[in-house]
């Protein structure tokens, strides 16, 4: 039986503040393409890429034509039907080219987007693929713009969301001043990813599987997620924050927040955040040597000495705890690394304790969160058989990759549910301040730390193995 396609029906604007950047290109304008081809957009919608660079309506469409075409070589082939869907679509692509700071700009951009539109759409959601720099002067002046309806407006956000706690916390009092928090939707896409998704969905349908995940049945809990390769193409933005800001602050604290909060009894975005930020809230950093690691791999800045910093650390790892009775002491390690390993690996184990009584031949059992390269649950357990003790591993191999009938990517996803008003997926102000108190301790410590250097698709520094506690190891076979 066909599954219902879900059509977004009420008319909208998209306005993409710098369209002409990367992040447009290579998931935006793919993401719009795949709610296209997938039937959900409603018959009437406007795309209107805004940005600085020298574009006219026909070169723009040429750019969104072309970055389409390249994703869909990636992603399944390009076909005639296809081409016909985004012939269709480019029929509702526009351009303007405006500065982000002048409020000329924006005024001729109303006069431009009331002639198209006549001003008859239900919801105008500006999306900022813009250097963290721009926002708050993008903020001001899309709340100055004339004639605006703020009731329509959304603002979608790309991580990250500031630099440490009090740029963030400027952000949000900018934003706060003009806009409330439910017009707001951050994104960290990890929480488009449907195999980190699934880990909420397990634990809300499993009481047997959430009872393990208790901090007095629990030895420790590691999250891992290693790349293969290098910053590729981003030393610039890379370099500039690193990987404790690029992947730890947002993405692994948000699994972190995932597989360790309370789950709230009713499943909406308020009760879901709200619980989220309240065990992020509780994360507790020791400032010592044995709770933070920092690695970078050799060459990595090769070729680029003269801009490219050496205490910038490609890999990062953690040891925190959680200030509640029911985690106490129980250690929550996380780590990430480019040029680790020989494939991409992102995953959580959570390994339980074992009875005081039991043999320290049998290993402890373990339940394993796989979200990449492929989206596993694993459960580890033992039996006794003629040989002795036996490993039995449970897999289920079953995820949520594909809901409501189509295979839509993380972006294309949050796009969808932005639009449709479901903030569930999206982070809350009061979480991403939590993650950045964690991070700013982490920085503050570190701040004249350099990293050890380690080989490339190595399995990372040394360093990573002292913030182990007695008897334990980091599971970089599972
Ligand atoms: N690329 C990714 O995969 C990725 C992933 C996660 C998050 N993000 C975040 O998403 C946002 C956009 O990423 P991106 O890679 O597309 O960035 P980008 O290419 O550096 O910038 C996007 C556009 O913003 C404008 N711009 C660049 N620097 C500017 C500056 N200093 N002042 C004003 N405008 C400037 C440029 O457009 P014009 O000059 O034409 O106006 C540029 O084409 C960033 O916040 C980034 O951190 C990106």
């Not at 759409?121 to 250097?131: G, K, N, R, T």
């Amino acid at each position: 039986m066909a599954e219902e396609v879900l059509v977004l029906e009420e008319k909208f604007v998209l306005t993409i503040f710098g369209a002409s950047g990367d992040l447009a290109k290579l998931k935006i304008f793919p993401s719009i393409f795949a709610l296209a081809e997938a039937g959900m957009l409603p018959a009437n919608y406007w795309i209107i890429g805004y940005a600085r660079s020298e574009y006219d309506q026909s070169s723009f469409v040429d750019l969104f034509r072309t970055s389409v075409q390249a994703y869909c070589e990636k992603n399944g082939g390009w076909s005639e039907k296809r081409s016909d869907v985004l012939e269709d679509l480019l029929q509702q692509v526009y351009y303007y080219r405006g500065q982000y700071d002048k409020a000329s700009s924006y005024s001729g951009y109303a006069e431009y987007r009331n002639e198209l539109t006549n001003n008859n759409f239900a919801q105008e959601l500006f999306y900022f693929s813009i250097p963290p720099s721009v926002y708050v002067p993008v903020v001001q002046q899309i709340s100055d713009i004339p004639d605006l309806d703020k009731s329509k407006v959304k603002l979608v956000m790309e991580k990250p969301f500031g630099t440490d706690e009090v740029s963030a916390t400027q952000l949000f009092h900018v934003i706060g001043e003009r806009f409330v928090e439910d017009q707001v939707y951050l994104i960290d896409h990890y929480l488009g990813k449907p195999s980190v998704r699934s880990i909420l969905a397990m634990r809300h349908n499993n009481r047997l599987l959430n009872s393990m995940f208790k901090g007095k049945e629990v030895a420790n809990i590691q999250i891992t997620a290693n790349e293969p390769f290098g910053v590729e193409g981003r030393l610039g933005y890379f370099d500039k924050v690193g990987t404790f800001r690029d992947m730890l602050q947002s993405h692994l604290l948000q699994v972190l927040a995932l597989v360790t909060m309370s789950i709230p009894v009713k499943r909406d975005a308020r009760s879901l955040r709200q619980e989220k930020e309240s065990i992020l809230s509780a994360l507790c950093f020791e400032p010592a040597d044995e709770s933070v690691c920092l690695g970078q791999y050799e060459g990595y800045c090769d070729g680029v000495e003269d801009t490219c910093n050496l205490s910038t650390a490609t890999f990062g790892a953690l040891r925190l705890t959680i200030n509640r009775e029911s985690w106490f002491e129980v250690p929550i390690y996380i780590r990430s690394g480019k040029y680790v390993g020989s494939e991409k690996k992102t995953n959580v184990v959570v390994e339980l304790k074992k009875f005081a009584f039991q043999s320290s031949e049998v290993p402890s059992n373990k339940v394993v969160f796989e979200l990449a390269p492929t989206e596993n649950i694993h459960f580890h357990l033992f039996n006794e058989g003629d040989d002795g003790i036996e490993p039995i591993e449970v897999v289920n191999s079953q995820t949520i990759a594909c809901s409501m009938g189509n295979c839509l990517s993380d972006h294309a996803l949050l796009l969808m549910e932005a639009i449709q008003g479901e903030q569930m997926y999206f982070l809350s102000f009061g979480e991403i301040i939590a993650c950045w108190k964690i991070m700013d301790q982490v920085m503050e410590y570190t701040m004249n730390s350099l990293p050890e250097r380690y080989q490339k698709n190595s399995r990372g520094p040394d360093g990573q193995d002292r913030l182990m506690g007695e008897g334990e190891v980091w599971m970089d076979s599972l």
